[in-house]
């Protein structure tokens, strides 16, 4: 499988529990219908949590802040992920969804890759 690895900024002008709430609860469902015309099999959204815990971390290693979150979306192959993005359908989704996470990630802080997974265990 094919996953994009979305690291998220929240925007300055987002209160952190306004941004939380708003992922879940509006972005993910407005992903969630959008699935079929983007050719998706699965989407997570992990958001940070432990501030403190985290904060600990990034002392004692030197570390850039902790992003306020991370998505990650799963496709079957490369050529469904290109179909996904090669329809009308697909492409209008990709619109609507740029436009409302314009609402409330940082872009020019968020970073966005693709990747292939190689499992080295899997005890669940």
């Not at 850039?64 to 979150?69: I, N, R």
């Not at 079957?76 to 209008?92: F, H, K, S, V, Y």
Request: aromatic share 12%; proline share 4%; charged share 25%.
């Amino acid at each position: 499988m094919i996953k994009l690895v979305y690291c998220v900024r929240k925007r300055a002008d987002v209160p952190d529990a306004e941004f939380h709430r708003y992922w879940l609860e509006t972005h993910g469902p407005l992903v969630r219908g959008f699935a079929a015309a983007i050719k998706a099999r699965k989407y997570i959204q992990s958001h940070t949590v432990l501030p403190a815990l985290n904060g600990l971390f990034e002392q004692s290693r030197n570390l850039a802040p902790a992003y306020d979150g991370i998505t990650e979306v799963w496709w079957d192959d490369a050529a469904a992920l290109e179909a996904g993005m090669a329809t009308p359908e697909g492409q209008e989704a990709h619109r609507r969804l740029k436009e409302d996470e314009a609402t409330f990630i940082d872009f020019s802080q968020s970073r966005v890759f693709m990747t292939e997974e190689h499992v080295i265990f899997d005890h669940l």
